[in-house]
């Protein structure tokens, strides 16, 4: 049931630094079969299942296995699906998202008054990076839809542009976004400025 095994990439070997592996960080299916075991009626459960998926994935003996066990401080269950306030967690997109959904998500709307940002604005769903890319972006179009572009390029510099996005991409996409499309809208980077 643990599909991603996540390291810790900073505070390796000191004590004080908070580092953790996350086991299972889980979405679709998988998350809403481990949501059932989020319950403390089902914790050693939950527990005994993690810890064996690390042994398989890992290809532990039984003595690397016992070890294992023993390293184990604390588990911190969640479950985004059956949080009240998101219920979910990120985008998902299925097959042809990214060519007719993604477009239009990332376009200015209203004319150009209107944009979106957020990880589902992104191609790095779930991460905190997709949503700052995606604000990036966004950002980068209310300058350049409203201020001619003078202060673009400056905020540009400062900032870089989104990894993946071209400067006739946004362009495309932001005239689309300003004046509409006739017909229909063709996938971003199909059309040059």
Known sequence: MSRTVVYPSYGVGQPESGACMIVSYA??????????????????????????????????NEK????????????????????PNTMGAFAFFGPGDFK???????????????????????VRHAWVLGALEASTRAVHEVLQCSYAGKKAGAFEDAYGRPEGWTQDMMHVQRLLGMFGAVGEVPPVGAVGA
């Open 27 to 60: 979405w679709t299916n998988d998350a809403l079969a481990l949501t059932g075991l989020m319950g403390v009626e089902s914790r050693d459960v939950l527990r005994q299942r993690v810890l064996q998926d690390l042994v398989e994935v890992h290809r532990f």
């Open 100 to 122: 007719k959904l993604y477009p239009a998500l990332t376009r200015p709307a209203a004319g150009g008054r209107l944009h979106f940002a957020g990880e589902v604005c992104s």
């Open 64 to 83: 690397a296995a016992a070890e294992l066990e023993g390293m184990l401080e604390e588990m911190h269950p969640y479950s985004w699906s059956a949080d």
